[in-house]
């Protein structure tokens, strides 16, 4: 099963998100920020990444994605950014006109099966690749 870590730091959207993935027979690795999910995909790097934009900084997670398209075992990892920025006074903030290194998109709140839906396309693809 894919190895999720979950990004952000909101410890209830953390702990649900947790719940629903591991029910679900998914194994969860958890930060409350960007410089430590950083440094947890770094000695030990997750299927995927549920990320969330704002964190410490207002776009923590965008910086976090940006780096790991620097580092070439991480690249590859596959990225959902989820957020609430489109609901605060930080949405213009948001640069929406460049490339963002990312594989899927969901506003907060996240349905729960919309996501796993969404994990499982992803996972499904990583097994078949790496069988290849």
Same mark, same amino acid.
């Given at each position: 099963?894919?190895?999720?870590?979950?990004?952000?730091?909101?410890?209830?959207?953390? $702990?649900?998100?947790?719940?629903?993935?591991?029910?679900?027979?998914?194994?969860?690795?958890?930060?409350?920020?960007?410089?430590?999910?950083?440094?947890?995909?770094?000695?030990?790097?997750?299927?995927?990444?549920?990320?969330?934009?704002?964190?410490?900084?207002?776009?923590?997670?965008?910086?976090?994605?940006?780096?790991?398209?620097?580092?070439?075992?991480?690249?590859?990892?596959?990225?959902?950014?989820?957020?609430?920025?489109?609901?605060?006074?930080?949405?213009?903030?948001?640069?929406?006109?460049?490339?963002?290194?990312?594989?899927?998109?969901?506003?907060?709140?996240?349905?729960?099966? $919309?996501?796993?839906?969404?994990?499982?396309?992803?996972?499904?693809?990583?097994?078949?690749?790496?069988?290849?």
């Amino acid at each position: 099963m894919c190895r999720v870590l979950i990004v952000d730091d909101d410890p209830d959207f953390v $702990e649900i998100t947790r719940t629903i993935l591991e029910k679900e027979g998914y194994q969860t690795l958890t930060a409350s920020n960007g410089q430590q999910a950083l440094d947890i995909m770094r000695s030990d790097p997750p299927d995927i990444v549920l990320l969330d934009i704002m964190m410490r900084t207002i776009l923590d997670g965008l910086y976090v994605s940006r780096e790991m398209q620097t580092d070439p075992r991480l690249k590859n990892t596959r990225v959902i950014m989820v957020t609430s920025i489109a609901d605060t006074p930080h949405a213009s903030e948001f640069p929406t006109d460049e490339y963002l290194p990312i594989d899927a998109w969901f506003s907060k709140p996240v349905n729960p099966k $919309e996501l796993l839906a969404t994990l499982g396309k992803m996972c499904t693809h990583r097994r078949e690749t790496s069988a290849a």
